[in-house]
């Protein structure tokens, strides 16, 4: 079962990046997502297997952005890809069927073709706003989101579907209401002052319903 709190890293150098996942883990997050994007290969793989290691120390879930090949090497547990990154298939031939595969969707087109591609999951957005993303897709808001779910159920699609950009503690239950399976969360975790405290809370309100 997927975890329904998902952590994407932040930091601009490899040491602000681990000290950044190691707070998340040591605050309860059991699902870590390795965003890191300008940097060097090498700095690359050396930060992912220290990522690896620390969630090993957690038994925590921990999925590499955009790179099945170093996924691999370092033996993560999947993969995330956007939709201009490797083609799922691909991907799915180089890290095989046990490991996780993850896709970004911005559309219901989107949705639908990482449902065609047989991702394991789907990060659906953005929610709102984010500064976390350079290029930010059409906003979704909660309308969006019911729409999505609704097509999703008509056409009997099962895959699950984290909300990402920009979301707030108070979004949780409306999110968790119109279908969605949890939540991909960056500067929320990142910047709180209390993360044990904030964990806790959207674990409670994420599981309420199950």
């Not at 996924?71 to 995330?80: C, F, K, R, S, T």
């Not at 920009?166 to 209390?194: F, P, W």
Request: include cysteine.
């Amino acid at each position: 079962m997927l975890n329904r709190l998902q952590y994407i890293s932040q930091g601009v150098s490899s040491h602000e990046q681990i000290d950044n996942i190691r707070h998340a883990l040591d605050a309860g997050c059991q699902w870590i997502q390795l965003r890191f994007k300008n940097t060097s290969e090498e700095v690359l793989q050396t930060t992912a297997a220290q990522v690896k290691r620390h969630c090993e120390q957690y038994a925590a879930t921990f999925i590499l952005n955009d790179d099945p090949k170093l996924a691999m090497e370092v033996d993560a547990d999947g993969v995330h890809l956007g939709l201009t990154d490797m083609p799922i298939e691909q991907a799915r031939n180089i890290i095989g069927s046990h490991k996780i595969i993850g896709g970004t969707a911005n559309t219901l087109q989107d949705v639908f073709k990482r449902a065609h591609e047989k991702c394991d999951y789907v990060g659906v957005g953005p929610y709102r706003f984010t500064s976390t993303k350079e290029k930010l897709s059409p906003i979704l808001g909660l309308s969006g989101y019911q729409a999505i779910m609704h097509s999703m159920q008509v056409h009997d699609i099962q895959m699950p579907v984290y909300a990402i950009g920009g979301i707030l503690a108070d979004d949780l239950e409306e999110l968790m209401r119109c279908g969605v399976y949890g939540i991909a969360v960056s500067g929320m975790i990142t910047k709180h002052q209390n993360k044990l405290e904030l964990i806790q809370l959207l674990n409670q309100r994420l599981y309420a319903t199950t």
